[in-house]
Nanobody, 120 residues
Framework: DVQLQASGGGLVQAGGSLRLSCAASGFTFDDYAIGWFRQAPGKEREGVSCISSSDGSTYYADSVKGRFTISSDNAKNTVYLQMNSLKPEDTAVYYC?????????????WGKGTQVTVSS
């Protein structure tokens, strides 16, 4: 079975940091890009960041550039999202997902989310 297990969410004060992990199994990790999306209450889901497992190329939403860093450990089939300088507007449920290419954002597999709450 395909699984994308997101973890690492929690409650943090503004300016703090969290590191999210996405552990993947049940598919060929190197054939997919892994992305992070988030959805805040009352808002549409938005793409946050993405990494290509094949060549390591990365993409970031403008709202997180310079604060978030995505990385991949292909030996562990795990993608990380290091989130620094967190802001209250980063509060959302964060999901990881597998897709063919970061540019298309056409998701093949979704994981369950992890809640990130940033207090002011």
């Amino acid at each position: 079975d395909v699984q994308l297990q997101a973890s690492g969410g929690g409650l943090v004060q503004a300016g703090g940091s969290l590191r999210l992990s996405c552990a993947a199994s049940g598919f060929t990790f190197d054939d997919y890009a892994i992305g992070w999306f988030r959805q805040a209450p009352g808002k549409e889901r938005e793409g946050v960041s993405c990494i290509s497992s094949s060549d390591g190329s990365t993409y970031y939403a403008d709202s997180v550039k310079g604060r978030f860093t995505i990385s991949s450990d292909n030996a562990k089939n795990t993608v990380y999202l290091q989130m620094n300088s967190l802001k209250p507007e980063d509060t959302a449920v964060y999901y990881c997902a597998a897709m063919g290419f970061c540019a298309t954002r056409l998701v093949d597999y979704w994981g369950k989310g992890t809640q990130v709450t940033v207090s002011s």
